[in-house]
């Protein structure tokens, strides 16, 4: 165990919904980061949040937008889905947001299907 | 494009016999490089990872990776394999000032018993 929690496990949804994917990163952990994985583009970073505030943005649509909570929980909000989103998302944490302190932690991932 | 590139994709081993995975990335400068490892169902371990110091790196588990920097190589290795290894492979660095991982295609490694 991680330590890193992720909900929904799975989550089935139709084309042009929205869904919500949260992550409860580690005990003291400050930054959140939000990662793709899918068979055709391998794991591609999606975006980093620091103890609020967004720090590095990586390939995400702007049709998917994540924010961090006070209480440092992530959600990841992917909308207008299309069959192309299906794909495991992860999410990592780690104590800081500079590169020594970048070891992250990955929880175990939100399987997207979108039908 | 900067990349890191993960040529094997798929390995097939027998157990006791020896694995080398290769791993290059095509970033100059300053580099972080991280091995995670995928197991069936679960969630990204670290394995070992290099910032600076000795370029040969002893993770977890008896793996080890040399970090050649000549080669831009951080090819991770483990000396006698078992079952329980079977796997995907990922190699990944943070380049120069960036904070988040990148992440090669991953190695499927199959241990036979």
């Known amino acids: 165990d991680s330590g890193v929690t992720q909900t929904p496990k799975h989550l089935i949804t139709a084309t042009g919904q929205r869904v919500t994917l949260r992550c409860s990163p580690r005990s003291g952990d400050l930054s959140v980061y939000w990662y793709q994985q899918s068979l055709d583009q391998g794991l591609q970073f999606l975006i980093q949040y620091y103890n609020g505030e967004e720090r590095a943005k990586g390939n995400i649509l702007e049709r998917f937008s994540a924010q961090q909570f006070p209480d440092l929980h992530s959600e990841l909000n992917l909308s207008s889905l299309e069959l192309g989103d299906s794909a495991l998302y992860f999410c990592?944490?780690?104590?800081?947001?500079?590169?020594?302190?970048?070891?992250?932690?990955f929880g175990q991932g939100t399987r997207l299907t979108v039908v | 494009a900067q990349s890191v590139s993960q040529h094997n994709h798929h390995v097939i081993l027998s157990e006791a016999a020896s694995l080398e995975l290769g791993c290059n990335y095509s970033y100059g400068g300053t580099v972080n490089l991280f091995w995670y490892v995928q197991y069936p169902g679960q969630h990204l371990q670290l394995l070992l990872k290099?910032?600076?110091?000795?370029?040969l790196v002893k993770g977890i588990k008896g793996f080890e990776a040399e970090f050649i920097k000549s080669k831009f190589s951080f090819n991770l290795r483990k000396p006698s394999v078992q079952w329980s290894d079977t796997a995907e492979y990922f190699c990944a660095v943070i380049p120069g000032s960036a904070r988040q991982l990148t992440f090669g295609s991953g190695t499927q490694l199959t241990v036979l018993p």
């Open positions: 990592a944490s780690s104590v800081g947001s500079s590169r020594r302190s970048t070891e992250a932690f």
């Open positions: 290099y910032f600076s110091g000795d370029p």
